[in-house]
């Protein structure tokens, strides 16, 4: 039911600097080690991998480039063995130009598509000028005898701007209209210039500056910013056939770059974990231990030089540091994942995946069994199966629970008469659910102390174990307060026994966290006080929590009986309607929140109870796909 992380051993390979893009190679493609940075760079110095991760890291960077420009995906060969500096290096540098001649084109087209907006630019500007016929040049022009005037004045101005210029021998064309002007065109005598100037300011007038480059008649204009347009679509359309043109020839060459770049992938992914002086390195990682003679095997047939291996167990000193490879039934795969939600078990820890994947499944029977509902359930699982990586399998164990609930309540679809209860309708008699659900809390509890002193005694933290709120004292404090609890409400006792059952085990806890505390006699005090209160708060609101199990298996029969009260006022159609309706809400609406409340009991009244979820993921060196 339960286990731990793998077993590791701390693997060190000593070798000769020929052999270590072969071991890379080896090891990547075995998947069986995690890295561990360098430790001994201070005594050895040199880092032979450096070179060869630099160039593998620019390859793969101008890879990135070159494939923005292909749609389709490129075929690859497996690799063939490792990758040589020098291979890498030929590569990197051919890739280097078939970049520079892309980058080239591409810049070309960056230029054309400036060009082009700024050409439909002058083409949005001159639609303002369309129905002035006149050469736009003459506007910028100094006439001896006239004066132009072109801009914008608000619409509520123009009339009156008419009436005072007629007066002044002044020609007003209002050739435009926005949203919130008038764009008018005003020509006048010279010696009149000043006089118009003031009437325009007083009637909000906005001087236009037309466009160098609209200086001719605006239907000449447009014509000519078509054309302009038309050749700048046909110099894109024609360096982008360059662009396919260059990926079609160099497409052998894209193709045995990825490759190379996928054989060279362990090898640079270990530069940063390789330390060496002269023709020496070494390598170092954490295995697991059942694959410790399956390594050596495979190193002496591939390595061509003597090498040394050796493999420790993990000192008291490196528990922390040491990752979690967790090994499940594919099953448990949805599970596994929201365990990780929470967070990874350290090295030693219990796992709890199995556990959590029974209890989940339990709790969410009990407070929604219904067999169609649950049948739905795995149905909604079945269909939307792709768009979710472990829907199917999660709603599965989900809905076969509901099922097995439904049969024991004797509910199908909220019809309570259908089929005949194996056991007995939550309603029927409340008060036996309340204590059942009392009782799966307490036993609930009482596991996940179990776990926790496993888990203080599998790092050696005895007095922990012993005497904290996560200890024995802990799991015997939650006993005498469930004994204190049934006396007083079975008995009406409430004596010096019960007291005793209670505040022997708190005394302990807080003796123990007295010893721990760092400060002085007043700080000790109070935090002590502090957590004495909440030690008990805490135990008897974990255990009522779970009452929650109950209350949502009596609110699903309730929820069941609102939607047949409803149909019961309908007509046939309606009532139908109603039903199906009524069902598809609880299943949704109800349906997601117990998914919730049995995940929050998991993980406030369990995980974080016992499991610290602060280890680190067993990361493998493998050979990387591009």
Same mark, same amino acid.
């Given at each position: 039911?339960?286990?731990?992380?793998?077993?590791?051993?701390?693997?060190?390979?000593?070798?000769?600097?020929?052999?270590?893009?072969?071991?890379?190679?080896?090891?990547?493609?075995?998947?069986?080690?995690?890295?561990?940075e360098?430790?001994?760079?201070?005594?050895l110095?040199?880092?032979?991998?450096?070179?060869?991760?630099?160039?593998?890291?620019k390859?793969?960077?101008?890879?990135?480039?070159?494939?923005?420009?292909?749609?389709?995906?490129?075929?690859?060969?497996?690799?063939?063995?490792?990758?040589?500096?020098?291979?890498?290096?030929?590569?990197?540098?051919?890739?280097?130009?078939?970049?520079?001649?892309?980058?080239?084109?591409?810049?070309?087209?960056?230029?054309?598509?400036?060009?082009?907006?700024?050409?439909?630019?002058?083409?949005?500007?001159?639609?303002?000028?369309?129905?002035?016929?006149?050469?736009?040049?003459?506007?910028?022009?100094?006439?001896?005898?006239?004066?132009?005037?072109?801009?914008?004045?608000?619409?509520?101005?123009?009339?009156?701007?008419?009436?005072?210029?007629?007066?002044?021998?002044?020609?007003v064309?209002?050739f435009?209209?926005?949203?919130?002007?008038?764009? /008018?065109?005003?020509?006048?005598e010279?010696?009149? +210039?000043?006089? $118009?100037? *003031?009437?325009?300011? &007083? #009637? %909000?007038?906005? @001087?236009?500056?037309?466009?160098?480059?609209?200086?001719?008649?605006?239907?000449?204009?447009?014509?000519?910013?078509?054309?302009?347009?038309s050749?700048?679509?046909?110099?894109?359309?024609?360096?982008?056939?360059?662009?396919?043109?260059?990926?079609?020839?160099?497409?052998?060459?894209?193709?045995?770059?990825?490759?190379?770049?996928?054989?060279?992938s362990?090898f640079?992914? /270990?530069?940063?974990?390789?330390?060496?002086?002269? +023709?020496?390195? $070494?390598? *170092?990682?954490?295995? &697991? #231990? %059942?694959?410790? @003679?399956?390594?050596?095997?495979?190193?002496?047939?591939?390595?061509?030089?003597?090498?040394?291996?050796?493999?420790?167990?993990p000192?008291?000193?490196?528990?922390?540091?040491?990752?979690?490879?967790?090994?499940?039934?594919?099953?448990?795969?949805?599970?596994?994942?929201?365990?990780?939600?929470?967070?990874?078990?350290?090295?030693?820890?219990?796992?709890?995946?199995?556990?959590?994947?029974?209890?989940?499944?339990?709790?969410?029977?009990?407070?929604?069994?219904?067999?169609?509902?649950? #049948?739905?359930?795995?149905?909604?699982?079945?269909?939307?199966?792709?768009?979710?990586s472990?829907?199917?399998?999660?709603?599965?164990?989900?809905?076969?629970?509901?099922?097995?609930?439904?049969?024991?309540?004797?509910?199908?679809?909220?019809?309570?008469?259908?089929?005949p209860?194996?056991?007995?309708?939550?309603?029927?008699?409340?008060?036996?659910?309340?204590?059942?659900?009392?009782?799966?809390?307490?036993?609930?509890?009482?596991?996940?102390?179990l776990?926790?002193?496993?888990?203080?005694?599998?790092?050696?933290?005895?007095?922990?174990?012993?005497?904290?709120?996560?200890?024995?004292?802990?799991?015997?404090?939650?006993?005498?307060?469930?004994?204190?609890?049934?006396?007083?409400?079975?008995?009406?006792?409430?004596?010096?026994?019960?007291?005793?059952?209670?505040?022997?085990?708190?005394?302990?806890?807080?003796?123990?966290?007295?010893d721990?505390i760092?400060?002085?006699?007043?700080?000790?005090?109070?935090?002590?006080l502090?957590?004495?209160?909440?030690?008990?708060?805490?135990n008897?609101?974990?255990?009522?929590?779970?009452?929650?199990?109950?209350?949502?298996?009596?609110?699903?029969?309730?929820?069941?009986?609102?939607?047949?009260?409803?149909?019961?006022?309908?007509?046939?159609?309606?009532?139908?309607?109603?039903?199906?309706?009524?069902?598809?809400?609880?299943?949704?609406?109800?349906?997601?929140?117990?998914?919730?409340q049995?995940?929050?009991?998991?993980?406030?009244?369990?995980?974080?109870?016992?499991?610290s979820?602060?280890?680190?993921?067993?990361t493998?060196?493998?050979?990387?796909?591009?």
């Open positions: 039911m339960l286990g731990r992380p793998v077993p590791l051993k701390h693997l060190s390979l000593a070798m000769l600097d020929c052999d270590a893009p072969i071991a890379s190679d080896l090891l990547a493609s075995m998947r069986v080690i995690h890295l561990i360098n430790r001994h760079h201070q005594i110095g040199e880092f032979p991998g450096k070179r060869y991760q630099s160039l593998y890291q390859l793969e960077n101008r890879l990135k480039k070159v494939l923005h420009h292909i749609d389709e995906p490129i075929t690859t060969d497996a690799p063939s063995g490792p990758v040589s500096l020098q291979a890498l290096q030929q590569a990197e540098q051919e890739i280097y130009d078939l970049w520079k001649q892309l980058s080239a084109h591409e810049e070309q087209i960056r230029i054309t598509h400036e060009k082009s907006q700024h050409h439909k630019q002058l083409a949005n500007s001159l639609s303002r000028f369309e129905n002035l016929n006149i050469d736009l040049s003459w506007l910028s022009s100094d006439s001896p005898f006239l004066k132009f005037f072109i801009g914008t004045i608000p619409h509520n101005e123009l009339e009156q701007l008419q009436r005072a210029l007629s007066l002044a021998n002044t020609v064309d209002p435009h209209k926005s949203a919130a002007h008038h764009y /008018i065109f005003v020509a006048t010279k010696s009149h +210039q000043q006089d $118009i100037e *003031e009437i325009l300011k &007083a #009637a %909000s007038f906005h @001087e236009l500056t037309i466009p160098d480059e609209l200086r001719s008649r605006p239907q000449q204009l447009r014509e000519e910013l078509q054309q302009q347009l050749s700048n679509q046909q110099l894109t359309d024609h360096y982008q056939d360059a662009i396919q043109d260059l990926i079609t020839t160099h497409q052998p060459l894209i193709s045995k770059a990825l490759t190379l770049l996928r054989g060279a362990p640079a992914t /270990i530069a940063s974990c390789l330390s060496g002086r002269g +023709q020496l390195v $070494i390598l *170092e990682g954490w295995v &697991a #231990a %059942s694959r410790i @003679e399956e390594i050596d095997q495979k190193l002496q047939s591939r390595l061509q030089h003597p090498y040394l291996l050796t493999f420790g167990t000192s008291a000193g490196e528990m922390s540091t040491v990752p979690s490879l967790q090994q499940h039934p594919r099953l448990l795969d949805p599970f596994k994942k929201l365990v990780n939600q929470f967070g990874v078990p350290r090295y030693g820890e219990v796992d709890p995946t199995p556990l959590f994947a029974l209890s989940y499944t339990l709790m969410f029977g009990m407070m929604f069994g219904d067999v169609g509902h649950g #049948a739905f359930i795995i149905l909604a699982g079945f269909l939307f199966r792709k768009k979710v472990g829907l199917f399998t999660f709603a599965s164990f989900a809905g076969g629970s509901s099922i097995l609930f439904g049969f024991l309540y004797g509910s199908l679809f909220g019809f309570e008469h259908l089929i209860p194996l056991w007995m309708s939550p309603m029927s008699d409340p008060t036996q659910m309340l204590l059942i659900a009392l009782i799966w809390g307490i036993g609930f509890l009482t596991i996940t102390h776990l926790s002193i496993a888990n203080l005694l599998a790092i050696d933290q005895r007095a922990a174990a012993l005497w904290s709120g996560r200890g024995v004292s802990g799991l015997l404090f939650l006993f005498g307060g469930v004994f204190a609890a049934y006396r007083y409400m079975v008995d009406q006792q409430f004596a010096l026994l019960e007291l005793s059952s209670i505040f022997l085990p708190l005394g302990l806890i807080l003796h123990y966290r007295w721990t760092e400060g002085g006699l007043n700080e000790k005090i109070l935090i002590t502090i957590e004495g209160v909440d030690k008990i708060i805490n008897l609101s974990a255990t009522l929590s779970f009452l929650r199990v109950a209350a949502f298996s009596l609110n699903h029969v309730a929820l069941a009986a609102a939607v047949f009260t409803l149909a019961e006022m309908m007509d046939p159609l309606g009532h139908t309607i109603t039903l199906i309706l009524g069902n598809l809400f609880i299943i949704v609406l109800e349906g997601g929140i117990v998914a919730i049995c995940l929050r009991l998991e993980y406030y009244e369990g995980f974080s109870r016992f499991f979820g602060k280890g680190e993921r067993f493998p060196l493998k050979m990387e796909t591009h």
